[in-house]
C-alpha cells in the first residue's frame, strides 16, 4: 500500500518502516526510505507462488506522522530501558527470505568484527545479480547502524542501572 505523506523526516518514515514490518510482517531488510515500493506490474519472487503488483487508485489524502497508529521506536526514546528493535517474525509457516537471512548474516559478521568491505562483497557475490547494485551495501550500512544503535542502549541501560 502506498500512502501520500507529507513533513515526515527520513529518520521517522524509516522507523514508521520498521513499525510496519513488526506489526504486518513485512520484510525487514526493505525499511530504508530508499527501498520501500515494488514497481506495479514487477514480480515479487521471494516466496513459493510469484507475485505480481498491482497499483490501484483509492486513497487521495495527504498523511502525517500521527495519522499512524503504530509506535515507533522514535516514540519509545523516552523509556529508560533498552527497547528492543528487531522485527517481530509474522509469517505463517515458518518461512525466512533471502534478504531475512542476508540481514542476519550482516548483523553477525559485523558483530564478530569482520570488515564491512569484505560483509559486502560477500553478500553481493552470493546473490548475484538478482539485486540492486547497491543492495549489499545497504543491507551492511543498515546492519551497522543496528548493531551502533544497540550497542548505545545497552550503554544506556549499563549506566541507568549503575545509577540505582
Do not use: C
Not at 85 to 95: A, F, H, I, M, N
Not at 129 to 157: C, F, I, M, W
Request: proline letters at 4%; a negative charge; hydrophobic letters at 30%.
Amino acid at each position: 500500500m502506498i500512502w501520500k505523506v507529507e513533513d515526515i523526516p527520513q529518520d521517522r518514515a524509516e522507523a514508521l518502516q520498521r513499525a510496519m514490518v513488526r506489526e504486518f510482517g513485512g520484510d525487514p531488510a526493505a525499511t530504508d526510505s530508499t527501498r520501500v515500493l515494488r514497481w506495479p506490474t514487477f514480480a515479487n519472487r521471494k516466496y513459493e507462488h510469484e507475485h505480481i503488483v498491482k497499483a490501484r487508485a483509492e486513497a487521495t489524502d495527504t498523511y502525517h506522522f500521527e495519522d499512524f497508529k503504530l509506535r515507533t521506536e522514535l516514540q519509545d526514546e523516552w523509556r529508560e530501558h533498552a527497547v528492543s528493535r528487531e522485527p517481530r517474525q509474522v509469517r505463517t509457516g515458518g518461512e525466512v527470505t533471502q534478504s531475512e537471512r542476508d540481514w542476519a548474516f550482516a548483523k553477525r559478521a559485523l558483530a564478530r568484527g569482520d570488515e564491512p568491505e569484505e560483509v559486502i562483497s560477500k553478500i553481493a557475490d552470493y546473490r548475484g545479480d538478482e539485486k540492486h547494485p547497491n543492495y549489499a551495501g545497504y543491507t551492511v550500512e543498515k546492519a551497522q547502524a543496528e548493531l551502533q544503535r544497540n550497542d548505545s542502549a545497552k550503554q544506556d541501560e549499563g549506566r541507568a542501572l549503575r545509577d540505582i
